[in-house]
């Protein structure tokens, strides 16, 4: 293993690695990640998941094909939406109406945040070590978010890129993940 970085020069660094993929990479290795959640997590019906909607402009993984996989599979499915500063989740269906927000983030037109217990919360990242520490955009919302909801079965992380700095600032404030899926494997922390 490599020595450590910050959380600044890996955000630097895994960010314009992100950018640097096209659109056809990022489907395509969207694809693969999706095929990696599939071979590790059976989706069972009535599962309550929390799966984030990409932000195009940033490369994010394409999650919209997780969200057509579970509602075939009958789950129940939340989104985060910004509100008041907090990040929130809202349940979505099949017919729900979105608004494109700040950031270029789609969100639920809907305000009703429901309290659930959630069997798998799918988490946006730039980056994420191999002790499940990772990286943001730096706004802290999924760790305060982490934080309110301590029942969460598995926090796992979405990547591109496979683990292979530390993150040597570490705040007592993060929370880390339990899993991270990339194109190629899943790691369990």
Not at 55 to 65: D, G, H, L, R, W
Request: proline share 5%.
């Amino acid at each position: 293993m490599n020595s450590g970085l910050s959380k600044t020069e890996l955000r630097t660094i895994y960010k314009a690695k992100r950018m640097a993929l096209s659109q056809h990479e990022v489907d395509f290795l969207s694809q693969k990640i999706f095929k990696q959640f599939i071979l590790q997590f059976n989706s069972i019906e009535n599962q309550i998941i929390s799966v984030f909607l990409p932000i195009k402009k940033f490369n994010e993984v394409n999650t919209k094909i997780f969200i057509e996989y579970f509602f075939e599979n009958n789950n129940r499915i939340f989104v985060p939406k910004i509100q008041d500063g907090k990040m929130i989740s809202v349940e979505i269906f099949p017919d729900t109406e979105f608004k494109i927000k700040s950031w270029g983030i789609p969100e639920p037109a809907s305000d009703k945040s429901v309290i659930v217990e959630y069997d798998y919360v799918l988490t946006p990242l730039l980056y994420c070590d191999r002790f499940g520490n990772r990286i943001g955009y730096g706004k802290g919302f999924y760790d305060q978010f982490f934080a309110h909801h301590l029942g969460i079965r598995k926090k796992i992380g979405l990547n591109f890129f496979n683990p292979n700095k530390d993150i040597n600032d570490k705040s007592v404030t993060d929370f880390p993940l339990d899993g991270l899926i990339t194109p190629d494997r899943y790691f369990e922390f």
